[in-house]
């Protein structure tokens, strides 16, 4: 079984930095994009940011851009996200996600096949 599992959430304060990280499980993601996600309160789910499976090559969503980075161990079958300068809109249960198919660096949320149960980041201003 399949499983993605989140960690390093918390309550930071604005300015502040935390790193996620996102574990997989049951099978190996070297080969696939993997991505992050997030839903702030009352609102949609947004794309944050995505990795190749090389890690060569990223994709980030305007809010997050040159504030947040996304790598990934594969040894590990980890994915990180270390987020620095963050505001307080950047509040949200945030999503690791990871895609069956091979290779690409995909960013809609449709397109991946497996989720983590998310964590909750929560910057106080």
């Known amino acids: 079984q399949v499983q993605l599992v989140e960690s390093g959430g918390g309550l930071v304060q604005a300015g502040g930095s935390l790193r996620l990280s996102c574990a997989a499980s049951?099978?190996?993601?070297?080969?696939?994009?993997m991505g992050w996600f997030r839903r702030p309160p009352g609102k949609e789910r947004e794309f944050v940011a995505a990795?190749?499976?090389?890690?060569?090559?990223?994709s980030y969503g305007d809010s997050v851009k040159g504030r947040f980075t996304i790598s990934r161990d594969n040894a590990k079958n980890t994915v990180y996200l270390q987020m620095n300068s963050l505001k307080p809109e950047d509040t949200a249960v945030y999503y690791c996600?990871?895609?069956?198919?091979?290779?690409?660096?995909?960013?809609?949320?449709?397109?991946?096949?497996?989720w983590g149960q998310g964590t909750q980041v929560t910057v106080s201003s």
């Open positions: 996600a990871a895609r069956k198919s091979l290779y690409g660096l995909v960013v809609r949320d449709y397109e991946y096949d497996y």
């Open positions: 049951g099978r190996t993601f070297s080969n696939n994009c």
């Open positions: 990795i190749s499976w090389s890690g060569g090559s990223t």
